[in-house]
């Protein structure tokens, strides 16, 4: 195999990395603004029609309108909502400034084709829920990317983004991206005056439930590789919360979502021994209320809590927890819902009921807490660190413009962003909106003269970096005598004393996480002593991607993610060891108590992209919104 | 191996190669037929099924948990705009499903540029929100009594009801 590929360069004012629902927002948006007078680019390694988490699509939105309306909430009341949701801690700021932009969102979606339910008397869109408006969304995903593509100037799918490039003569500020074509080949490089990362949280960072064929059966996509993170943080950007990994209770093994059969169907759940635990009894929450404090009284209950009863009960010997859908579905009507749901959304587990002759009318269901998942806009507060909106975020919070994270130019939208959960797609793309906007002010103001500083020496750097492990590949394979594989297919299991594929760097760091990390195999518990062990693991496991090897550009593209991966796994690592408390998904044995006096913060991870440094600190979290 | 391709109807088109948001559908060329290269990262998420013109790729869930004997039928018409699923139980009980898919047609939604230039790149107002309809209040809405309370929120919320 030649590996001479040809160098693109690409020059653009604003790219948009990851074409998902916070990409496509910002591409719109940006346009919107820029017409006639600057270029929005758009970069995305898979088809834009159904690419990011809603690619398979999905049956809500899960974030709706906010209007005067008194039967529509009020952003004050969603801020509320997420506050107690994550425990407190959390940017109230950026969660108010999505929820006030949510109707323009919406009425687009619904002025583009996304089938929204509506109730026939009024006209008005349904609710599950106080946020959500139920949808038929198997084509959520293609709706959307056909504004987002008509309004870009340039979009390049099949193009996975590595590396983030930084200005040479100017300290902290990105200066564009390099990537490579994973189809031909082609080495891309995009120079721009701001970069939007709008890329995917992280799946299969922690070892998945199902560990044989069905390795890559998560909850979250598989192709959520942690972009999101990895590109800020080796731009030298600062994370927020990265200790509060999200794990969710779902349905067993097909990870089929359960929001729509408590809210929608009024399902409840019991444990085992037929103990009713959602919806909360009050006497659970008193008991409760030892450990979470006021949170536990919280209505609805914050799902940490929610999540630590269920793997609770699983470890006293009371689990699994079990969805009782048979007794609300009285009719065809309501079970053709329930499948309908799941269709639309997470097929496998219509397919896994079929498989296993689970008649969900006739009797219940389990429930399992899943694998630790990193990202921004769901039940978590983890992500990156972002300048708030200058009418409404406090002092503290406005560096920059907008959703611009800590490195000049570099902004975040959707996942990337923590510290904001609940977003979902919706939410994502109103914050791609926002930060659309934000750019666009800033390439056309403060950046307009600005011309990124990158010289070719450091583009062929990165052009060898990229390549290396597809030279070192085909440099070592002759050493031993396992024949070569048909050209895409790894040879997981192939043993060679120079390399190591992407699938034995992936589980190599599965095991770390979910040994030493608090994942599901130690029931999401850990102590100083493991995450100490772990952080020197994950060092050595960054030291072996020196032999990392690709057979193909599609492995190519597996041992990038797997290193964005490693990334993002370092950054909660080092969290975590910071972090001298249990909050959220798991519990520090060292440290089991949430301490309210001192430790309602913030807390920061940043990687220094000169020395590779990893550094601490911490800032208060504050209040805008009355209690 | 989640899904999967039968060789006597794969005509080589390439959609699934196309829309496979994880890279995993590949081309083999000896054959020139589509394969599911890579099946430990497939999310099932099955665009390739719905997107396969000759119906020739199907699943088979995970081996990890699923039995044999359960089947999907998927038919996604953007003619119609209806999708259209056959669930089948491995004991036999057959459910038949249609949803809508899309209310407007395939390639008539507007881009950013379709809609009217605005000026006010300085306020916090987004695309079309200077229409009320769409922005949803009569102005962009502020916290209403905004406050500033550094740290713990419950230690703030005890204090002000002593």
Redesign the interface.
Same mark, same amino acid.
């Given at each position: 195999m030649s590996l001479h590929f040809p160098t693109k360069v690409v020059e653009t004012d604003i790219l948009v990395v990851g074409g998902g629902m916070a990409g496509c927002g910002a591409?719109?948006?940006?346009?919107?603004?820029c017409?006639g007078k600057c270029k929005v680019t758009l970069v995305e390694? !898979? @088809?834009l029609?159904?690419?990011?988490a809603v690619?398979?699509g999905l049956s809500a939105t899960n974030l709706g309108?906010?209007?005067?309306?008194p039967d529509?909430p009020?952003?004050?009341e969603f801020v509320q909502y997420v506050?107690n949701d994550l425990l407190?801690v959390v940017r109230e700021d950026l969660v108010?400034d999505i929820a006030?932009?949510?109707?323009?969102t919406i009425?687009?979606f619904d002025?583009?084709?996304?089938?929204l339910w509506r109730d026939p008397k009024t006209g008005k869109y349904l609710r599950t829920g106080r946020w959500q408006h139920p949808i038929?969304g198997?084509?959520y995903k293609?709706?959307i990317a056909?504004?987002?593509?008509?309004?870009a100037d340039e979009v390049y799918e099949?193009v996975f983004v590595t590396h983030p490039l930084l200005d040479e003569e100017r300290p902290n500020r990105i200066a564009g991206v390099v990537g490579f074509g =994973?189809r031909d080949g082609t080495f891309y490089v995009f120079k721009a005056k701001a970069v939007i990362v709008a890329a995917g949280g992280t799946s299969l960072l922690y070892r998945p439930r199902? =560990?044989?064929?069905?390795?890559?059966?998560?909850w979250y996509?598989?192709?959520a590789n942690g972009s999101a993170y990895a590109i800020p943080l080796l731009a030298g950007a600062e994370t927020v919360n990265f200790e509060f990994r999200l794990v969710v209770v779902r349905f067993k093994?097909?990870y089929g979502p359960v929001g729509f059969p408590y809210l929608l169907l009024k399902m409840r759940s019991t444990d085992s021994k037929g103990q009713q635990w959602e919806p909360l009894p009050d006497e659970a929450k008193a008991q409760l209320s030892k450990i979470f404090?006021?949170?536990a009284w919280a209505r609805p209950t914050p799902t940490p809590i929610r999540t630590w009863v269920t793997i609770q009960n699983l470890k006293e010997g009371r689990g699994p927890d079990l969805m009782q859908t048979q007794e609300r579905l009285p009719d065809e009507e309501s079970l053709?819902v329930l499948?309908?749901d799941y269709?639309?959304m997470t097929?496998?587990q !219509?397919?896994?009921?079929?498989?296993?002759?689970i008649?969900p009318q006739k009797q219940p269901s389990e429930l399992v807490p899943t694998e630790p998942y990193l990202q921004g806009s769901h039940g978590s507060s983890a992500g990156m660190w972002a300048s708030g909106?200058?009418?409404?975020a406090?002092e503290e919070y406005r560096w920059g413009p @907008?959703r611009m994270l800590t490195v000049e130019g570099l902004f975040g939208a959707g996942d990337t962003v923590g510290a904001s959960g609940h977003k979902f797609s919706s939410g994502s793309f109103t914050e791609g909106?926002?930060a659309g906007?934000s750019a666009?002010?800033y390439v056309?103001g403060p950046a307009k003269d600005y011309k990124p500083v990158v010289s070719n020496d450091t583009i062929e750097r990165y052009k060898e970096i990229v390549y290396r492990p597809m030279e070192w590949y085909h440099k070592n394979k002759p050493l031993t005598t396992t024949p070569e594989m048909?050209?895409?297919?790894?040879n997981?299991f192939e043993v060679h004393p120079n390399y190591l594929n992407w699938?034995q760097l992936l589980v190599r760091l599965q095991k770390i996480m979910d040994e030493y990390v608090a994942g599901w195999g130690m029931f999401y518990t850990t102590n100083m002593y493991m995450l100490g062990r772990a952080w020197e693991l994950l060092k050595m496991l960054e030291e072996d991607f020196r032999f990392a090897a690709a057979a193909s550009l599609?492995e190519l593209?597996?041992v990038w993610e797997t290193y964005h991966r490693l990334i993002v796994g370092q950054a909660v690592t080092f969290s975590m060891m910071n972090r001298k408390e249990s909050r959220g998904y798991y519990l520090n044995a060292d440290y089991p108590y949430i301490d309210?006096?001192n430790w309602?913060?913030f807390t920061h991870v940043r990687r220094d992209p000169k020395t590779g440094q990893w550094s601490f600190r911490t800032s208060?979290?504050?209040?805008?919104?009355?209690? | 191996?989640?899904t999967f391709v039968y060789a006597s109807l794969c005509k080589g088109c390439g959609k699934c190669v196309?829309?496979?948001?994880?890279?995993n559908m590949?081309y083999?060329?000896k054959l020139r037929k589509a394969y599911n290269?890579?099946?430990?990262?497939?999310? *099932?998420?099955?665009?390739c099924v719905k997107y396969c013109p000759e119906h020739a790729v199907d699943?088979r869930?995970?081996?990890?948990?699923?039995?044999?004997?359960? +089947? %999907?039928g998927?038919v +996604?018409d953007t003619k119609k705009?209806i999708?259209y699923?056959r669930?089948?139980?491995?004991?036999g009980?057959v459910?038949d499903?249609a949803?809508?898919? +899309?209310?407007?047609?395939?390639?008539?939604?507007?881009?950013?540029?379709?809609?009217p230039? +605005?000026q006010d790149?300085?306020s *916090?107002l987004?695309?079309? *929100?200077d229409n009320p309809?769409?922005?949803?209040?009569?102005e962009?809405?502020?916290?209403?009594?905004? %406050?500033?309370? %550094?740290?713990?929120?419950?230690?703030?919320?005890q204090q002000?009801s002593k």
């Open positions: 591409v719109f948006e940006a346009k919107y603004w017409r390694k !898979a @088809n029609e159904k690419s990011g690619g398979m309108v906010f209007t005067t309306d529509d009020k952003p004050e506050r407190g108010y006030r932009h949510m109707t323009s009425k687009l002025m583009w084709g996304l089938p038929h198997e084509s293609a709706i056909e504004p987002c593509k008509k309004s099949r =994973v199902s =560990v044989g064929e069905g390795l890559g059966r998560a996509p598989t192709w093994d097909a404090y006021d949170y053709k499948f309908e269709l639309d097929p496998t !219509a397919l896994y009921w079929a498989s296993q002759n008649h909106p200058p009418d409404i406090p @907008n909106r926002i906007k666009v002010r056309l048909p050209p895409q297919l790894t997981w699938y599609h593209l597996r309210e006096d309602h913060v208060p979290v504050i209040h805008i919104i009355p209690p | 191996m989640p196309d829309i496979c948001p994880a890279d590949q083999n060329p290269a890579d099946p430990a990262s497939c999310a *099932e998420c099955l665009n699943v869930p995970y081996a990890d948990f699923a039995p044999l004997g359960a +089947r %999907v998927v +996604r705009n999708i699923w669930i089948v139980f491995r004991d009980t459910y499903f949803s809508p898919i +899309r209310t407007t047609p395939w390639g008539s939604a507007k881009g950013a540029t379709d809609f230039e +605005r790149l300085d *916090e987004l695309a079309l *929100e309809e769409f922005l949803g209040f009569p962009l809405p502020k916290p209403k009594q905004p %406050v500033r309370i %550094v740290g713990s929120i419950i230690k703030a919320k002000g």
